[in-house]
Nanobody, 113 residues
């Protein structure tokens, strides 16, 4: 079955950076719009960013200008570069092919001093 596996989460200080990766398998990766979502404790899952098969990107207002989504179809991988991190960015970050309802397990990102 389709697998989406996230990497790169961790603990970072406010103002720091992290790069998340999501490796897809058993998926015609190049055909799918891919996205990153996040869920903080006690809150609903929210969209962070998406990238289409044509490399068009979309960001939530809360991360625009700080986060960058990209993809490498040769590696079946989607990335999320996160800069200028804030404590409110703390959440589990989840990779998805949302149109096909494929979801990863998530990786924890904690922003704290």
């Amino acid at each position: 079955q389709v697998q989406l596996v996230e990497y790169g989460g961790g603990l970072v200080q406010p103002g720091g950076s992290l790069r998340l990766s999501c490796a897809a398998s058993r998926l015609r990766f190049e055909l799918y719009r891919m996205g990153w979502y996040r869920q903080a404790p006690g809150k609903q899952r929210e969209l962070v960013a998406t990238i289409t098969r044509d490399y068009n990107t979309n960001y939530s207002d809360s991360v625009k200008g700080r986060f960058t989504i990209s993809r490498d179809n040769a590696k079946n991988t989607v990335y999320l570069q996160m800069n200028s991190l804030k404590p409110e960015d703390t959440a589990v970050y989840i990779c998805s092919a949302p149109g096909a309802n494929y979801w990863g397990q998530g990786t924890q990102v904690t922003v704290s001093s």
